[in-house]
């Protein structure tokens, strides 16, 4: 199994600064991919920002320019730097990896999402 803890979630004043970490555990032999994405109430998931193994990244429009994710390969961790929030950046914030395992196979494992608020 792969497991995946978020942290740093929390509530922030527009225009404030948040970094969300994601660490990978478990049965790895490489991530392919990671990615982060959100969730607002009533809305569906969205994609925010991904990270292929490469190192080429896809951001979602309304994050550009102000979202950045990183990696940490020698932790398994990656991280989510959000700048100049915005209440409409408010929703739950999952994590998400696929991953090639240990034997061969392949894994897609989700984080138990963090909540993020932005609001004065």
């Known amino acids: 199994q792969v497991q995946l803890v978020e942290s740093g979630g929390g509530l922030v004043q527009p225009g404030g600064s948040l970094r969300l970490s994601c660490v990978a555990s478990?049965?790895?032999?490489?991530?392919?991919?990671m990615g982060w994405y959100r969730q607002a109430p009533g809305k569906e998931r969205e994609l925010v920002a991904r990270?292929?193994?490469?190192?080429?990244?896809n951001y979602a429009e309304s994050v550009k320019g102000r979202f950045t994710i990183s990696r940490d390969n020698a932790k398994n961790t990656f991280y989510l730097q959000m700048n100049s929030l915005k209440p409409e950046d408010t929703a739950v914030y999952f994590c998400?990896?696929?991953?090639?395992?240990?034997?061969?196979?392949?894994?897609?494992?989700w984080g138990q999402g963090t909540l993020v608020t932005v609001s004065s």
């Open positions: 998400n990896v696929f991953v090639t395992r240990i034997g061969g196979d392949f894994w897609d494992a």
């Open positions: 478990g049965s790895i032999l490489s991530i392919n991919l």
């Open positions: 990270m292929f193994s490469g190192g080429s990244t």
